[in-house]
């Protein structure tokens, strides 16, 4: 099922800025992030719960998605 956005609040995350890292990747190169997937996984679930209360969580969630695709295709590793 597809997610409703709350439009009524935005919120900036470093999306953009994460799209422009992976666009300029050469060959095997990667992206890394200083949280582990395990705190990006736990701050997916609580903003998932909380959606509606969280100011921006829209966003938030885009990025974590993103932060998860681009490591599902091994452009991206997370902190050990």
């Given at each position: 099922?597809?997610?409703v956005r709350n439009e009524r609040t935005r919120a900036d995350t470093p999306?953009?800025?994460l799209n422009n890292k992976l666009k300029s990747l050469g060959p095997e190169e990667k992206v890394?992030?200083?949280n582990t997937k395990a705190d990006i996984l736990k701050t997916r679930e609580n903003l998932t719960k909380r959606?509606?209360?969280?100011?921006?969580?829209?966003d938030h969630?885009?990025?974590?998605?993103a932060l998860l695709i681009a490591e599902a295709e091994g452009k991206?590793?997370?902190k050990i």
């Open positions: 099922m597809k997610r999306l953009e800025e890394f992030i200083e959606r509606a209360e969280i100011p921006g969580a829209d969630l885009d990025y974590i998605e991206l590793q997370f």
